[in-house]
């Protein structure tokens, strides 16, 4: 049985062939604008199936435990949820969308870039006082923050 790849938009961009039963949603599809990357689509002979909402779900529950949910798209949080439906591996040179994968315990498929290497969790910083928080205002001294990483370990 050949694996379930679940692929974003940069995979059509690219034009990179993968070896298995190819996956995509409709976002990944919407995302693509130009001729050559809608060929790629067609070509790839990629099925194009929405996730359940359950998955989308766990997908965006994940994410906001990650801190990626502020940075990623649609397309991102479907391709995740589909991947975890599925039990797929995730191609895709997306940061966010792979640091949000490997929480979730899914196995990444980098395309043109490398694969990150550990989990990261994104957190909000106060220029004001320095704190880390969720949110965009710093509850303690009302000021914006800014993103910071750091690293689960």
Request: glycine share 6%; with cysteine; aromatic share 2%.
């Amino acid at each position: 049985m050949c694996a379930r790849i679940v692929a974003d938009s940069s995979v059509f961009i690219l034009g990179k062939r993968l070896e298995g039963e190819l996956i995509t949603v409709p976002a990944v599809e919407r995302e693509l604008k130009d001729l050559r990357s809608k060929s790629q689509l067609d070509i790839s002979g990629a099925k194009i199936e929405s996730p359940s909402a359950e998955a989308l779900r766990k997908a965006k529950k994940a994410a906001r435990e990650t801190g990626d949910i502020t940075v990623l798209s649609l397309a991102d949080l479907e391709v995740l949820a589909k991947a975890l439906e599925y039990e797929a591996i995730l191609a895709t040179d997306d940061y966010a969308v792979q640091n949000v994968a490997l929480h979730l315990g899914l196995k990444v498929e980098p395309v043109a870039q490398p694969v990150i290497r550990r989990k990261m969790r994104r957190v909000q910083r106060c220029v004001g006082c320095g704190g880390t928080f969720e949110g965009d205002i710093c509850p303690d001294c009302g000021t914006p923050a800014r993103k910071r990483e750091r690293r689960i370990r």
